[in-house]
């Protein structure tokens, strides 16, 4: 039952190196998502993909780049990194354009940006 | 005003309490609702859609005012297992899923 898998857990960082998150689900889902959670805040969306090859800019898309590869798998990239984007970022998928249907998550990418 | 609106608490009750959460959101056409539920450092978890009638799983009831534009959540007889942050999510839908979460309201229940 993998679901959504993310990785890497944890990471850290330097200021300007650049690094991808990677995001692969399982469930044959259309709709992928990546946000980022910071204390106080909440979940924020920084890029979406409604269905394989588009993507859209979400709530916080500066300083990210993404790739929807293949149905399965989005990935996240941090170009040149900074502190401002230390955060925990989840990547979420659901089905697209049905009623209540809902988004699953992985468990986390935990970066630091020294 | 915020799309999405929560207290962010914390609730502390003690066990076996009933609890109530309210979530307000602005957008009048907003078509699907939940609650998820976060443990501390985890991700997010699907507790329960939302439905216009109103639905039960357990010891947890949902339930949807549009007119007032509001959700609810209530909690039977809490458990210490309940204590966590409990994030109200609207979405439009329609091509994909806009999707908002509320910041959460944070829930203790005490022994």
């Known amino acids: ?114 | 005003r915020k799309e999405v609106e929560q207290d962010p608490g914390p609730f502390n009750v003690p066990e076996g309490a009933t609890v109530a959460f309210n979530c307000t959101y602005s957008n009048s056409a907003s078509q699907s609702f939940f609650w998820y539920r976060q443990d501390c450092r985890k991700e997010p978890k699907l507790l329960m859609s939302v439905y216009s009638s109103g639905n039960e799983d357990g010891r947890f009831t949902a339930q949807l005012n549009r007119a007032s534009q509001y959700i609810s959540l209530l909690i039977r007889d809490s458990k210490l297992s309940d204590s966590a942050t409990y994030l109200c999510v609207v979405s439009l839908t329609g091509g994909y899923q806009k999707v908002t979460f509320g910041t959460g309201t944070k829930l203790q229940v005490i022994p």
């Open chain 1, 1 to 114: 039952n993998a679901g959504v898998t993310q990785t890497p857990k944890f990471q850290v960082l330097k200021t300007g190196q650049s690094m991808t998150l990677q995001c692969a689900q399982d469930m044959n889902h259309n709709s992928m998502y990546w946000y980022r959670q910071d204390p106080g805040m909440g979940l924020r969306l920084i890029y979406y993909s409604a269905s394989e090859g588009t993507t859209d800019k979400g709530e916080v898309p500066n300083g990210y780049n993404v790739s929807r590869l293949n149905k399965r798998e989005f990935s996240l990239r941090l170009e040149s990194a900074a502190p401002s984007q230390t955060s925990v970022y989840f990547c979420a998928s659901s089905d697209r354009g049905q009623r209540n249907q809902p988004q699953h998550f992985g468990d986390g990418t935990r970066l630091s940006i020294l």
